[in-house]
């Protein structure tokens, strides 16, 4: 017997307009530690194998096939042939990472729930282990799509930062997609299943939404690169943290990277040493965000880079990445006073945990020896003012210079996302 409240329940908490930002990061918090936590030998070499993971698939188009009015896209199943082919090599050497693990396997919204202040998962797949061992990141997919499913991409973006935070898993991202669209015909065919057994057209309208959103999700896109820069305090953190949801971006974040000992490792909750912030360091910092941003934009992923980026040095290296890869790039110029850097650093140190070691020494430093903008970056910058009301950041007025800018470009490519404005 269920011990908790139905009405905590995600589907129901979302329906009711209840599913809060600060309960999907506590979602995607707790997630990463179980697949932290989770044994990770499994019984069988197959188990997350990508043939295995392309019979499951199979499995579910055929049932489908037989079980469904509407036909699954062809776009679709042709779009799942060629993603095998493409990331087998790289679905099996997750395999031999130790990225499969023995993970929850069914997480939809209905499996969800706010128990007290704690996200709990239930129900997970019992009865089958090739079901539940699977890649970490498929995991994650189910609730990802599940959010963009049920009209929320702003609540997915935000899990899946989230959990990136907590895991650095970013290489992940390569297959994400996959399992995206595996997730979705997966729901698609659960909630045929169930329409047969109950009256109206509810549940085959359910159907017909995963179906949509798996034909969406296979749809070409073109990621584009957006590079935060200015001094400490700022407020590149906060204003970016706000613009990712609404545009569907992944944030690398150097405040977080340059914490983290190794790819899945607890990040560190203190102060780094002086040495980490000497020029060595800070320029292998810079190459580490460097390949994390790359691997978000392979994924076909808008990347919005959380770093300071005063030297040009380390812009120029991500402005290579970007037309190397015919990708359009913008710099997100954020700009205070000085006496308002200088007083937000400060409230910043003597406030609650941040992962930012900044303070006002480093800031004066930054202060005399930062590179300015080029002429040529200038006609890639876009400059917003950040003294302003903090909340001013959730508004997509805030942002509109950069949304035309991106709209003019094509890097807005979701409709759902484009009617957010
Ligand atoms: N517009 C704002 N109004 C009030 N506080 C802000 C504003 N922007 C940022 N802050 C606060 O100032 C501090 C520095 O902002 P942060 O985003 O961490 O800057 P950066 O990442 O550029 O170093 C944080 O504590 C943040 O919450
Ligand atoms: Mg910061």
Redesign the pocket.
């Known amino acids: 017997m269920r011990r908790f409240n139905e009405r905590h329940v995600f589907s129901n908490l979302l329906a009711a307009g209840e599913l809060g930002v600060d309960i999907i990061e506590s979602a995607a918090d707790r997630l990463a530690h179980f697949h932290r936590c989770t044994p990770r030998s499994p019984p069988r070499r197959a188990y997350g194998l990508a043939d295995q993971v392309q019979t499951q698939v199979h499995a579910i188009l055929a049932a489908l096939d037989r079980e469904s009015a509407e036909t699954v896209a062809a776009e679709v199943r042709a779009w799942c042939g060629l993603e095998f082919a493409r990331l087998a090599e790289h679905i099996d050497a997750r395999c031999a990472q130790g990225f499969v693990r023995e993970c929850h396997g069914d997480l939809h919204l209905e499996n969800v729930v706010l128990a007290g202040r704690n996200v709990l998962m239930f129900d997970c797949i019992e009865f089958s282990e090739a079901l539940r061992w699977i890649d970490v990141i498929s995991d994650l997919a189910f609730l990802y799509m599940d959010l963009h499913a049920h009209d929320r991409p702003d609540l997915g973006t935000r899990l899946l930062n989230r959990w990136l935070r907590a895991t650095g898993d970013f290489a992940g991202l390569r297959a994400i997609r996959l399992y995206i669209v595996y997730r979705a015909l997966v729901r698609a065919l659960v909630e045929t299943l169930k329409a047969r057994n109950a009256e109206g057209a509810d549940g085959r309208t359910r159907a017909s939404r995963y179906l949509q959103w798996a034909l969406e999700a296979v749809r070409e896109r073109q990621p584009c690169l957006l590079l935060c820069h200015?001094y400490?305090?700022?407020?590149?953190?906060?204003?970016s943290a706000a613009l990712a949801p609404l545009i569907g971006a992944i944030r690398p974040s150097s405040d977080i990277e340059r914490k983290r000992p190794a790819p899945f490792a607890p990040l560190l909750e203190r102060a780094l040493s002086r040495d980490a912030y000497l020029p060595e360091a800070v320029d292998f910092q810079y190459a580490t965000l460097l390949s994390l941003t790359h691997q978000v934009l392979e994924a076909g992923y808008c990347a919005l880079v959380?770093a300071s980026f005063l030297h040009h040095e380390h812009r120029s290296r991500f402005a290579a990445l970007a037309r190397s890869m015919q990708l359009p790039l913008v710099i997100l110029d954020?700009r205070a006073a000085p006496s308002c850097l200088q007083r937000?650093?400060r409230?910043?140190s003597m406030?609650a945990y941040?992962p930012?070691d900044?303070n006002e020494t480093v800031l004066a430093r930054q202060l005399e020896n930062a590179d300015p903008l080029t002429r040529e970056e200038l006609s890639s910058t876009v400059v917003f003012a950040?003294?302003?009301?903090?909340a001013s950041f959730e508004e997509p007025a805030y942002w509109k210079p950069l949304l035309a800018r991106l709209h003019r470009a094509g890097g807005l490519h979701d409709e759902r996302e484009e009617t957010q404005w």
């Open positions: 200015g400490s305090g700022s407020g590149k953190s906060a204003a959380d954020f937000r650093v409230e910043r406030g941040q930012s900044a950040t003294d302003v009301p903090i």
